[in-house]
């Protein structure tokens, strides 16, 4: 069976902190492709990042950095100097090569203050 | 360009009732996935629909119904609401790829209360 933890429910951070979001995974596919999603408030599910089980080179996009472990089926997600702006919350997601419904996490909430 | 459109955006109905949920995918995409997301949750999978036919149902009872029209638009009917329907439903428009090697965009969603 697939599933999905993310083991934080809240993290509260204060601005320009930094912080990572951790998301362990359980597949027994050898292909299988990972996501992370942002809900703001409005509640659209923003798509931040898509990662296949071949590729565990970590990824950097401005503020956000992902690091992906198979070894420990692991797609941990961080975000250096934390803005209030990225206050949502955080689904990490699976899904397998032949499948078609992504597997989700319960999300982590992150508040960050000013 | 027009992302992905759902109407209404918030909803209440009476137990009992039934519901239709309303999505417009996204320029270019075909194929539609409903999810049901209840409050403090993650999103959880209903079913998806592709040429006009349902391809993959999640455990969600008959009461939950689609359809999908030859526009790619679709809808998700519940039949006889109870309490625990109330949730944000989540509709996903993606290209046909069965490696899915691009994202699913998301709508704003509906939310239903029900009563």
């Known amino acids: 069976a697939q599933k999905v933890t993310q083991a934080q429910t809240e993290i509260s951070v204060v601005e320009k902190e930094d912080v990572t979001l951790d998301c362990v995974y359980e597949t027994r596919d050898t292909t299988y492709y990972l996501f992370w999603y942002k809900q703001p408030p409005s509640g659209e599910l923003v798509f931040l990042i898509r990662r296949n089980s071949f590729d565990e080179q970590n990824e950097i996009s401005g503020r956000y950095s992902w690091n992906f472990q198979k070894s420990t089926s692991s797609f941990n997600f961080t975000i250096t100097a934390s803005q209030v702006v990225d206050s949502a919350v955080y689904f990490c997601a699976l899904i397998h090569q032949a499948g078609t419904a992504l597997i989700f996490g319960k999300g982590t909430t992150l508040s960050v203050s000013s | 360009d027009a992302g992905v459109t759902q109407s209404p955006t918030h909803l209440i109905k009476t137990r009992g009732q039934q519901v239709t949920l309303r999505c417009s995918p996204k320029s270019g995409h075909d194929t539609v996935s409903w999810y049901q997301q209840a409050l403090g949750q993650g999103p959880q999978f209903i079913f998806q629909y592709y040429e006009e036919e349902e391809r993959q149902r999640g455990n969600f009872p008959d009461r939950f119904s689609g359809h999908q029209f030859p526009n790619y638009s679709s809808e998700l009917n519940v039949n006889a609401l109870l309490l625990g329907d109330s949730a944000l439903y989540l509709c996903?428009?993606?290209?046909?790829?069965?490696?899915?090697?691009?994202?699913?965009?998301f709508g704003q969603g509906t939310r239903l209360t029900v009563v």
């Open positions: 996903a428009s993606s290209p046909r790829d069965r490696n899915f090697n691009t994202e699913a965009f």
